[in-house]
């Protein structure tokens, strides 16, 4: 780790504290981050940063310092989760506002780190006169609404040469895979009638809906240990038990290794459903793609990078004050007993999916966990957004950004790093074209998915 990115780190990072406590004040689910997009967006322009926008994205931004090649990317994220609202440093559930938003999977301490990284990184190429392009992009609604996707069929890293990227976590990661992963609504139509006075008038299409779930269960049997399928149902037709639905509606979430297997389990849940109409004597509508992640592309690189700098600073450092915070939340979460504050490890597996994933199929990407949460806490809880505003959680957003701007200026003092990772990225797609793999058409607007 190079003492002036932390020195740089430690001179500047109240500002990046503030901004991720304002953005944690006001938390706002996919494609609606407004009052957080203006607070980043207001911060980078204030530190000199040039700003441009995308079309029909109104939440995104990017941000952009210094001049010529190379092209950093650097990935942020600002929205948050729907019914998560808690006051902040409450180990126990206690909404500010019952059901509203809330940052519980920590994208206020994401989204500002990413800056962080970017400034520390212009303030560094400027007082060493290093030639290079920063650019920090804001990308709205990772939490299902592939923001990303849309920014890249917009040409937003068209010419970016690599890019960093990381996460709040209860420990250090690398992640080298990421789950493919669709979200469609399947959609039932039947014909209503008397259930008792004219039943033989009636197709249910709630009938339909339940066989289809039935079916879904019967083939989780024969899929590979790699595919997941959840699913809820939306709309049950109504809650008038003596009227046959004429209408019914479930969400459903497959995720597979990678974005062939996904289509492959498409396909076969798609026959399902068609099959649960047949029985019925229903109508099922063509499945509406609601969103879609791609697997996401390893890069060797970028990853031993990271995997040497991370090893730099562990453990994490806490004061007296901090580890009594921690042990607070230790006691309410899944880890409870624990003697450890923090998972001290260097973990390179990943279960979750995100948008990150598609950015990879186009440029070389690094995505690190860096700790900001006590041991046993789950992200998407309540306990998380309790957490997102405390001095442990922004010590870890502080030393995200250090680490990636190294991981940055390595690959920017060795121009055969990029090389090599970009002949790496196309080794691993082995012909596939994102193109021709994305589930998300390319002239789709973006829209919220809840």
Known sequence: MRKEITELSEKYRDIFVKCSD???????????EYRS???AMNCMKELGFEISTLPDM????????????PVIGILGELDALPNLSQKADIDHPDPLVYGAPGHGCGHNLLGCGGME????????FEEHNIEGTIKYFSCPAEEGGVGKVYMIHRGAFDDVDFCVNWHPSTSFGIVHDGKSILLQNYRFHGIASHAAGAPEMGRSALDALELFNIGIQFIREHMTKDTYIQ?????????????????????YVIRAKDNTELKKMQARVDKIAKGAAMMTETEVEEPEVVSAFSSFIDNPTLADLARKHIKECMPMQYTDEEKAYLEKFIACGSKAGSSE???DEIHEDHKTSSDVSDVSWIVPTCMINVPTWAIGTSAHTWSATAQGKSSPAHKGMNLAAQIMANIALDMVEDPALI?????ELKKNLNGRVYEQECFIAKDRKPAPIY
């Not at 109104?58 to 090649?69: E, P, R």
């Not at 990284?117 to 560094?124: E, N, S, V």
């Not at 090389?419 to 002949?423: F, L, S």
């Open 117 to 124: 990284c970017a400034y520390i990184l212009k303030k560094y």
């Open 231 to 251: 699913y809820a149902i939306t709309n049950a037709g109504g809650n008038a038990a003596n009227i046959v639905q004429a209408y019914a509606e479930g969400q």
């Open 37 to 39: 997009h203006e607070t």
């Open 419 to 423: 090389e090599q990772a970009k002949e």
């Open 341 to 343: 504050l923090i998972d």
């Open 22 to 32: 304002e953005i944690w004040a006001t938390p706002e689910i996919n494609f609606a």
């Open 58 to 69: 109104d939440t995104a931004f990017i941000a952009s310092a210094g001049h010529g090649s």
